[in-house]
Antibody
């Protein structure tokens, strides 16, 4: 059973960089076949896809966040990470990591539990 | 960019009612559409993919239909445990987009 778990600071100061890591267990990122995504949900609001990475390191970002987002992968640790720069209160949200199949595309079939990140001084 | 519009934004129905949620894409996306259920305080759960294929373990009272720009999620007989917000999501291209959500409550 694949499991994803987000980790990182729950509080980030305005103008700083938000950094989160997703650790994958029960499956290997380097086996290929999947895109690994970050998705966020503002309090009481809907879902916003941030971007994804493939095990090779290729990425695709939501154009609305592209200038501030970096997603990276560490296959040796079976982890992928999110960095969001120059954060403001508008970046306060629950951040999820999730998996999407490539060959058999079916949306996000596995999600992490989510982690709340608050941007505040 | 393709926009995904759900309607209604919320609904209230009685246990046993048939519930229909609509998702409209601003351009055609073939059948590259998924539906998710998010119960209060919980993680979104994949219900349906490829517009009409039920994810393993999802009750058969859930069904999806549509292709192109217009899609529907139907709950054939609403149950108390179906109280949740439902989201559609397109995946026809690299840019992945969710609909705004439909909150389903029990009357």
């Amino acid at each position: 059973q694949v499991q994803l778990q987000e980790s990182g600071p729950g509080l980030v100061k305005p103008s700083q960089t938000l950094s989160l890591t997703c650790t994958v267990s029960g499956g290997s990122i380097s086996s290929g076949g999947y895109y690994w995504s970050w998705i966020r949900q503002h309090p009481g609001k809907g879902l916003e896809w941030i971007g994804y990475i493939y095990y090779s390191g290729s990425t695709y970002y939501n154009p609305s966040l592209k200038s501030r987002v970096t997603i990276s992968v560490d296959t040796s640790k079976n982890q992928f990470s999110l960095k969001l720069s120059s954060v403001t209160a508008a970046d306060t949200a629950v951040y999820y990591c999730a998996r999407e199949g490539i060959a058999a595309r079916r949306g996000f079939d596995y999600w992490g539990q989510g982690t709340l990140v608050t941007v505040s001084s | 960019d393709i926009q995904m519009t759900q309607s209604p934004s919320s609904l209230s129905a009685s246990v046993g009612d048939r519930v229909t949620i609509t998702c409209r894409a601003s351009q055609g996306i073939s059948n590259y559409l998924a539906w998710y259920q998010q119960k209060p305080g919980k993680v979104p759960k994949l219900l349906i993919y490829a517009a009409s294929t039920l994810q393993s373990g999802v009750p058969s009272r859930f069904s999806g239909s549509g292709s192109g720009t217009d899609f529907t999620l139907t709950i054939s007989s609403l149950q108390p445990e179906d109280v949740a917000t439902y989201y559609c999501q397109k995946y026809n291209s690299a840019l992945l987009t969710f609909g705004g959500g439909t909150k389903v409550e029990i009357k």
